[in-house]
């Protein structure tokens, strides 16, 4: 009952907000994975007759399966939407900087090859007193000194996302974006509230799902026989999709063991793309087996191919 009770809630929700605000003004920010393709049934079961478009940015590091998922629903569906940033990706995050161990670590880090250390900084360091919950571990603090030369960003999803679904916003006259964010995830994502008001207090985002749990999603799939996209099944059995090979990913090393088995070309394409990360993490051990591992494993993966 918790689960139908928690349906009922959530598509009442989903009713309550759109009417309010006006289906014109909606879109679903899909991302072609396990919570974007809840959302979107989800909201058809609210409001079954709905033109809210569902918009995909192919950001280039998309795994191909998400990508060939989201051209599938877009041939019997005209709602579905994929709209591409206008960067090439290698070359934005030589520009840009690079994604490394978090956005918050990233971002401060940026800040610091930026303007020298300032008052955040300091505070990430723990040189001062602040009221930082999350400080610099000191396997990285190496990083913010002079020899550290790897340009570092947190602003690699606003390039590639953010900022290509801002400009759709503005020629389709769209201003609420709908999300498959959950608190659940943790991160930045544990504060998060259902709905998001920007600073003259119009509503700029809704996150129906924010309070639903991995359990209620597992329920909703097999109740309603919800397909989702091929990585989630046997053999690939992903949890979670995103940007594939991302450094931001705690389970990095698994994430590429995996696809080095079953998806080896897209495996080569995140070693090309965040080449000067993947370096950094197996040098230092982060993340990443060390070379010395690396080294020992490709031997043994030769060995057996004899």
């Avoid at 400080?135 to 990083?143: E, F, M, R, V």
Wanted: glycine share 4%.
């Amino acid at each position: 009952m918790d689960n139908e009770w928690l349906l009922f809630d959530r598509v009442e929700k989903i009713k309550q907000i759109i009417n309010q605000y006006g289906e014109d003004n909606f879109y679903i920010s899909f991302s072609g994975g396990k919570d974007s393709t809840i959302l979107h049934h989800l909201v058809d079961m609210a409001l079954p007759d709905n033109k809210i478009p569902r918009v995909f940015s192919n950001t280039g590091i998309e795994y191909n399966m998400i990508l060939e998922f989201v051209k599938d629903q877009a041939i019997n569906d005209s709602r579905f939407k994929i709209i591409y940033p206008k960067k090439n990706i290698k070359n934005m995050l030589e520009n840009v900087g690079y994604p490394f161990k978090s956005k918050q670590h990233s971002h401060i880090v940026g800040i610091f090859q930026r303007s020298g250390k300032s008052l955040s900084v300091r505070k990430y360091l723990k040189e001062v007193e602040g009221n930082n919950v999350i400080c610099c571990p000191k396997k990285l603090q190496y990083q913010f000194t002079d020899n550290f030369n790897i340009k570092l960003s947190d602003k690699c999803c606003y390039e590639l996302k953010k900022k290509p679904f801002k400009q759709w916003e503005k020629e389709n006259n769209k201003t609420i974006a709908i999300t498959g964010m959950r608190t659940e995830e943790g991160g930045q994502r544990m504060g998060m509230n259902c709905i998001v008001m920007d600073k003259d207090k119009k509503i700029i985002k809704f996150h129906p799902l924010s309070v639903v749990s991995n359990e209620w999603e597992e329920w909703f799939i097999k109740k309603f026989n919800i397909e989702l996209c091929k990585l989630y099944y046997p053999p690939y059995n992903f949890e979670r999709t995103g940007c594939k090979g991302c450094p931001f990913a705690l389970q990095l090393q698994e994430q590429l063991d995996l696809m080095e088995k079953l998806l080896p070309n897209e495996r080569k394409q995140c070693e090309f793309i965040f080449q000067p990360v993947y370096e950094e993490y197996r040098r230092i051990g982060y993340r990443l087996k060390p070379y010395k591992q690396m080294k020992l494993l490709e031997e043994i993966r030769w060995i057996n191919t004899l």
